[in-house]
């Protein structure tokens, strides 16, 4: 784990205070602490521990910036459940930056990142979402200043960053093929600092809540993956936790959405499902409080938490099958060969017919001279 | 390069490349072949050429009962591997996904428990092939280094094909890719090598038959 310094945000009241005031009984506190000690895959034993840490943590100082994105991460994050304790423990930190949150609007919003990035120098964490385009640095910004800059500028300061969904994590459909406005992750520009990757189509809004919980009880980077993300939360694939699983061992598929095999639930794969290359927690705490997730409704899985899902083939494409157009290949590659093909017998006809002619025969007089 | 971005290659540029190699490369070899002719046989027939050529189609297939008793072994263990083969690759349900991409013809599939414990036998066969091969001094000397490649790329999609369903040693995008990029191989390496007696041995075996019908002899 890497450690680094605990945000801290200056004379602000602490989590478990900023909880009281929001008529959270203790009950339901430590019921939080609980489920992020199994999500997080910690032992019992962490509990108080998280609770005791949580309840004294100063809350830290977010910055929240939002580039090449559509707000689907934050709209996932608030409109999850509401009031749910994950939405208050957002509540629960300082968020001195948001776009879409905030009440300030045009200059005062941008004083109010510059006050917040000077006060917590070295000490914020830096939420990022959307992806940073470098074709032009016209092509997004924000108070005049382009992405790239503005995310520059504030990483420089944070102790942390958290790139939250696909676009700040991996690129995202803003770099989908052909990537018109030149589209990178926060990752492909930042390299002195520790990222978090919380990807997903939106992410699961108790992922980012969890990181952030994380964060306030111990300070540091949870394990990662090779890709960034937090291995509690992306250590295993939709398909090995997928209750429609054993389907997919027998071989029971629904062949289309409203067949036989569909209507009992059986394997998504032949339509598409991306499950078996996919990581993320939806098999496990699901969406909507805990109600569902896609496969669950009958849907396959779009791959939405892994880089390039949005130019894997179609969505309705089984995984096993190619991306391009092999059939047109083909056909194509055929004809090229029976082309070459007859090309190089003609020449083995000939060069076999030129042999022919030039072949000598040997007659007895060609053998008498030798024997005189 | 992460795994997705193996996985992309796997199912996209590398596909189409290994596709285009193992069609042209095939369609140029058997164009080729037919190409070479067949100097005229001024004897009188003595039978059917191609009666003789179409028997013997099917009748190299059944061992004869000397051949079975001097090469038992081989005969029994190459069976296997081939019908375990054939179970594996057009009896999956993830693989005739694939042919029905390309060639959009789709058949029942076997269920997955049963091409799984086809696979393992299949594995199990061609590892007895080569240790047999290593161990029998007449084979030993016959084999090449083609013989060794060629069956190096043979068991490589299955041992990787056994690891992707069983979710083994790697993450899920990198064991599809290697999946894939190794049945790649195999289809780049079919038009070079004698992998590609997949596609001449009927051809082969009725111009042998079709020489013997036309002189009378059984073939």
Same mark, same amino acid.
């Not at chain 1, 709209?75 to 879409?100: C, M």
């Not at chain 1, 070295?122 to 990022?128: D, I, K, S």
């Given at each position: 784990?890497?450690?680094i310094?605990?945000?801290?945000h200056?004379?602000?009241?602490?989590?478990?205070?900023a909880?009281?005031?929001?008529?959270?009984?203790?009950r339901?506190?430590?019921?939080?602490?609980?489920?992020t000690?199994?999500?997080?895959?910690?032992?019992?034993?962490?509990?108080?521990?998280i609770?005791?840490?949580l309840?004294?943590?100063?809350?830290?100082?977010?910055?929240?910036?939002?580039?090449?994105?559509?707000?689907?991460?934050?709209?996932?994050?608030?409109?999850?459940?509401?009031?749910?304790?994950?939405?208050?423990?957002?509540?629960?930190?300082?968020l001195?930056?948001?776009?879409?949150?905030?009440a300030?609007?045009?200059?005062?919003a941008?004083?109010?990142?510059e006050?917040?990035?000077?006060?917590n120098?070295?000490?914020y964490v830096?939420?990022?979402?959307?992806?940073i385009?470098?074709?032009?640095?016209?092509?997004?910004t924000?108070?005049g200043?382009?992405?790239?800059?503005?995310l520059?500028?504030?990483a420089?300061?944070a102790?942390?960053?958290?790139?939250?969904?696909?676009?700040?994590a991996?690129?995202?459909l803003?770099?989908a093929?052909?990537?018109p406005t030149?589209?990178?992750?926060?990752a492909?520009?930042?390299t002195?600092?520790?990222?978090?990757?919380?990807p997903g189509?939106?992410?699961?809004?108790v992922v980012?809540?969890?990181?952030?919980?994380?964060?306030?009880?111990?300070?540091?980077?949870?394990e990662l993956?090779e890709?960034?993300?937090?291995m509690?939360?992306?250590?295993?694939?939709?398909?090995?936790? !997928?209750?429609?699983r054993?389907?997919?061992?027998?071989?029971?598929?629904?062949?289309?959405f409203?067949d036989?095999?569909?209507k009992?639930?059986?394997c998504?794969?032949?339509?598409? !499902?991306k499950g078996?290359?996919?990581?993320?927690?939806?098999?496990?705490?699901?969406?909507n409080?805990g109600?569902?997730?896609?496969?669950?409704a009958?849907?396959? !899985?779009?791959?939405?938490?892994?880089?390039?899902?949005?130019?894997?083939g179609?969505?309705?494409?089984?995984?096993?099958?190619?991306?391009?157009?092999?059939?047109?290949?083909?056909?194509?590659? %055929?004809a090229?060969g029976?082309?070459?093909?007859?090309?190089?017998?003609?020449?083995n006809?000939?060069?076999k017919?030129? %042999?022919?002619?030039?072949?000598?025969?040997?007659?007895?007089d060609?053998l008498?001279?030798?024997?005189? | 390069m992460?795994?997705?971005d193996?996985?992309?290659?796997?199912?996209?540029?590398?596909?189409?490349i290994?596709t285009i190699?193992?069609?042209?490369?095939?369609?140029?070899?058997?164009?080729?072949i037919?190409?070479?002719?067949?100097?005229?046989n001024?004897?009188?027939?003595k039978?059917?050429?191609?009666?003789g050529?179409?028997?013997?189609?099917v009748?190299?297939?059944?061992?004869?009962?000397?051949?079975?008793?001097?090469?038992?072994?081989?005969i029994?263990?190459?069976?296997i591997?081939h019908?375990?083969?054939?179970?594996?690759i057009f009896l999956?349900a993830?693989?005739?996904?694939v042919?029905?991409?390309?060639?959009g013809?789709?058949?029942?599939?076997?269920?997955?428990?049963?091409?799984?414990a086809?696979?393992?036998?299949?594995?199990?066969?061609?590892?007895?092939?080569?240790?047999?091969?290593l161990?029998?001094?007449?084979?030993r000397?016959?084999?090449?280094?083609?013989d060794?490649?060629?069956?190096?790329?043979?068991i490589?999609?299955?041992?990787?094909?056994?690891?992707?369903?069983?979710?083994?040693?790697?993450?899920?995008?990198?064991?599809?890719?290697l999946?894939i990029m190794s049945?790649?191989l195999?289809?780049?390496?079919?038009p070079?090598?004698?992998?590609?007696?997949a596609f001449?041995?009927?051809l082969?075996?009725f111009?042998?038959?079709?020489?013997?019908?036309?002189?009378?002899?059984?073939?």
């Amino acid at each position: 784990m890497t450690q680094i310094k605990l945000p801290r945000h200056h004379d602000q009241e602490t989590v478990g205070e900023a909880l009281r005031r929001q008529g959270i009984s203790r009950r339901g506190f430590l019921k939080f602490c609980a489920t992020t000690a199994s999500l997080m895959a910690l032992p019992p034993a962490m509990i108080p521990r998280i609770a005791e840490a949580l309840e004294n943590a100063r809350r830290p100082a977010v910055i929240w910036l939002s580039f090449q994105e559509c707000t689907g991460c934050t709209e996932s994050l608030t409109r999850s459940h509401a009031p749910t304790l994950e939405g208050l423990i957002f509540d629960a930190i300082s968020l001195d930056y948001h776009h879409t949150l905030q009440a300030a609007a045009g200059e005062a919003a941008e004083a109010a990142r510059e006050e917040s990035m000077k006060e917590n120098h070295g000490n914020y964490v830096l939420v990022v979402d959307g992806s940073i385009p470098l074709g032009n640095p016209g092509y997004s910004t924000i108070a005049g200043i382009s992405n790239v800059d503005m995310l520059k500028e504030a990483a420089e300061g944070a102790a942390a960053i958290i790139a939250v969904g696909s676009c700040a994590a991996f690129g995202g459909l803003p770099q989908a093929d052909p990537n018109p406005t030149g589209a990178v992750s926060v990752a492909d520009i930042i390299t002195d600092k520790p990222i978090i990757n919380v990807p997903g189509c939106p992410p699961i809004p108790v992922v980012i809540t969890g990181v952030l919980a994380h964060f306030l009880t111990f300070g540091g980077l949870p394990e990662l993956d090779e890709l960034g993300r937090p291995m509690a939360f992306y250590g295993q694939s939709i398909h090995d936790r !997928c209750y429609r699983r054993p389907f997919y061992d027998k071989g029971q598929f629904a062949e289309t959405f409203d067949d036989e095999g569909a209507k009992k639930g059986w394997c998504l794969y032949k339509l598409g !499902c991306k499950g078996p290359t996919t990581y993320n927690a939806c098999a496990v705490t699901k969406w909507n409080d805990g109600t569902s997730f896609p496969i669950e409704a009958g849907h396959p !899985c779009l791959g939405c938490s892994e880089p390039n899902f949005w130019d894997a083939g179609g969505f309705y494409e089984a995984l096993s099958t190619p991306t391009e157009k092999i059939a047109r290949t083909a056909v194509y590659a %055929a004809a090229a060969g029976a082309a070459v093909g007859v090309a190089a017998g003609a020449l083995n006809a000939a060069s076999k017919k030129r %042999a022919i002619s030039q072949h000598q025969t040997t007659t007895l007089d060609d053998l008498t001279p030798e024997a005189k | 390069m992460n795994a997705s971005d193996w996985l992309l290659w796997a199912r996209g540029p590398a596909f189409e490349i290994a596709t285009i190699i193992l069609v042209m490369g095939m369609v140029i070899r058997f164009i080729e072949i037919l190409m070479l002719g067949r100097k005229k046989n001024l004897a009188a027939a003595k039978g059917s050429a191609m009666a003789g050529g179409l028997r013997t189609m099917v009748t190299r297939s059944v061992p004869e009962a000397g051949v079975f008793k001097r090469s038992g072994f081989t005969i029994i263990t190459g069976y296997i591997f081939h019908i375990g083969l054939f179970v594996v690759i057009f009896l999956l349900a993830p693989h005739i996904l694939v042919f029905d991409s390309v060639l959009g013809l789709s058949w029942p599939a076997l269920p997955t428990t049963i091409v799984d414990a086809f696979a393992v036998v299949t594995i199990l066969a061609l590892i007895a092939v080569l240790v047999n091969r290593l161990n029998n001094p007449v084979k030993r000397y016959l084999s090449g280094w083609m013989d060794y490649l060629v069956w190096g790329l043979t068991i490589l999609p299955l041992i990787t094909g056994y690891m992707a369903f069983h979710r083994i040693g790697f993450s899920g995008p990198m064991l599809l890719a290697l999946h894939i990029m190794s049945v790649e191989l195999l289809m780049i390496a079919f038009p070079f090598t004698k992998l590609s007696h997949a596609f001449t041995l009927f051809l082969a075996r009725f111009y042998n038959g079709s020489i013997t019908g036309l002189k009378g002899v059984k073939s």
